[in-house]
């Protein structure tokens, strides 16, 4: 849910009056009201103020998502539409952002439950915590007892009455209570009652569980179908799964057949067709036959992703290698992330840069830091300054920025002089910097902050939301 945001400032608050329109003013003299019932000499009665639509000068104010943006003042939180009127009435003590389900997490006087997008409490604001959300499913915490509600209806369907619980993985949650483990599907059944000392999670259809400090695996009905009887496992995937034997690890399948004969010393889950194992004190991989494929010759092995490479490790030096053993890159780095985006991060004496899945360095390892990819571009961070990289490691804008977001509906805000504006993917500001503050540019509308309260503007740097 992410931490819970108190603000309290006083600010302005701008008030729409209608004027009473006075007698006479109308074409026919059936406009007029007939019994108005006052009598002379009194002034008339002040008309009602119309709701607030369009507010502004916020203490607090974030980027859109689904169509709402959560705004603060005086320590309440409601949220605004695409147009920046007022959608829900500030008048909560915390918000988070709507989910694609439409729904929402708020909280007042310490409960939190879901509102819609119109403000309707879709559920009784009574839970305590609102956490972890997986497969659709958000723990709900009242008291110390745990279940879930369903993110699409708000609708309770494990209720709050396990001491613990993991997240759900493949349509099964592990529950916790009286110091055993059960289990609970995702419409609410219990398969299993509370009957296990430890467990894993599902995968691959089937799940560890230990019983009398022995390990075997049930299926997502409950049932037991390989016997708790060995004393380390690993998860199932591609059908198998790592057991040790006596002194020995080995392989079996699903209908507890020993399919490669425990030889290993060590032996972890497949992977991409290929798993890590160990033999004298190194690490390599065999096939699904259970031949060794790559030698164990390293210090560490990692598990092959689907771009087809494996980190390994050799005297704490890190790189790739492909699924025939050949080294995509010199085992030379102090560190290197997985490949996301077809580029990953190395680090030489604590610089950073990229190589991409051949192995090429395409930015040289000079940088403080290189974020994550946003929309094709990558914040890099050096002498205290921020710029950004494409995915082919092209500086495409030069780092002179005291700070950033990422690049969102095409914009990133920066700072620059102390001030905050808005630069396109070239580097050219198309929204001065003039701002105190500014924050992602979403669904049309950025927060801005000027001296110090909120507003909002549009991608041309029109005010739709007044900060002031």
């Known amino acids: 849910m992410g931490k819970r945001v108190w603000m309290m400032a006083l600010v302005m608050v701008f008030t729409l009056a209608l004027t009473l329109s006075l007698g006479g003013c109308g074409d026919k003299e059936d406009d007029e009201p007939e019994d108005m019932n006052i009598a002379v000499g009194e002034p008339e009665p ?12 916020y203490d607090e104010a974030y980027s859109h ?10 320590g309440k939180y409601g949220y605004i539409d695409n147009s920046g009127e007022v959608a829900i009435e500030l008048k909560y003590d915390a ?5 694609e389900s439409g729904l929402a997490v708020v909280e007042l006087d310490g409960k939190l439950g879901f509102i819609d997008k119109s403000g309707n409490e879709v559920t009784e604001l009574k839970y305590d915590n609102m956490s972890d959300h997986a497969e659709g499913m958000i723990k709900i915490m009242v008291g110390e007892q745990y279940g879930f509600v369903d993110d699409s209806t708000g609708n309770e369907v494990i209720p ?7 997240d759900f993985a493949e349509g099964i949650v592990a529950v916790y209570k009286d110091g055993r483990f059960g289990f609970v599907d995702d419409k609410g059944k ?3 009652p509370p009957t296990y000392e430890n467990r894993a999670i599902f995968r691959d259809g089937l799940c560890a569980v230990m019983l009398d400090e022995k390990w075997g695996f049930i299926d997502k009905s409950g049932n037991l179908v390989i016997e708790t009887k060995y004393e380390e496992i690993k998860a199932f995937n591609d059908g198998v799964t790592a057991v040790l034997l006596g002194d020995k690890w080995g392989y079996i399948d699903k209908n507890d057949e020993v399919v490669i004969a425990p030889k290993f010393d060590k032996a972890y889950s497949f992977e991409e067709g290929l798993a890590v194992i160990e033999l004298g004190g190194k690490e390599g991989y065999i096939d699904k036959s259970g031949e060794i494929v790559i030698e164990p010759i390293y210090d560490s092995a990692l598990s092959f992703t689907d771009c087809g490479l494996a980190i390994v490790i050799v005297d704490e030096k ?5 699924k025939d053993g050949n080294e995509v890159t010199e085992v030379k780095y102090d560190y290197t992330t997985g490949f996301e985006e077809g580029t990953a991060q190395v680090l030489v004496d604590n610089k950073y840069g990229l190589i991409d899945v051949t192995g090429k360095e395409i930015a040289p390892p000079k940088y403080d830091a290189i974020e994550d990819f946003h929309e094709g571009l990558a914040a890099v961070w ?3 300054k921020f710029g950004f990289i494409d995915d082919k490691g092209n500086e495409v804008v030069a780092p002179k ?7 969102s509906d095409g914009l990133c805000s920066v700072r620059l002089d102390g001030k905050f504006g808005f630069i396109d993917k070239t580097g050219d500001f198309v929204i001065e910097a003039k701002y105190e503050n500014a924050k992602f540019m979403k669904e049309g509308l950025a927060p801005v902050q000027v001296g110090e309260t909120w507003g909002y503007i549009d991608v041309s740097g029109n005010e739709v939301v007044p900060a002031k």
Do not use: L
């Not at 998502?65 to 005086?74: F, H, N, S």
């Not at 890190?318 to 492909?322: H, S």
């Open 318 to 322: 890190f790189g790739y290698i492909d």
């Open 190 to 192: 219990e398969v299993v």
């Open 160 to 166: 709050p009455v396990y001491d613990a619980v993991d």
């Open 382 to 384: 050096i002498d205290e």
């Open 401 to 407: 920025f005291e700070n950033r977001t990422w690049f």
């Open 46 to 57: 002040e008309p009602e103020p119309e709701p607030e639509t369009v507010m502004g000068a």
């Open 65 to 74: 998502e689904q169509g709402r943006a959560i705004v603060v003042k005086d």
């Open 95 to 99: 918000a988070y952002n709507f989910m």
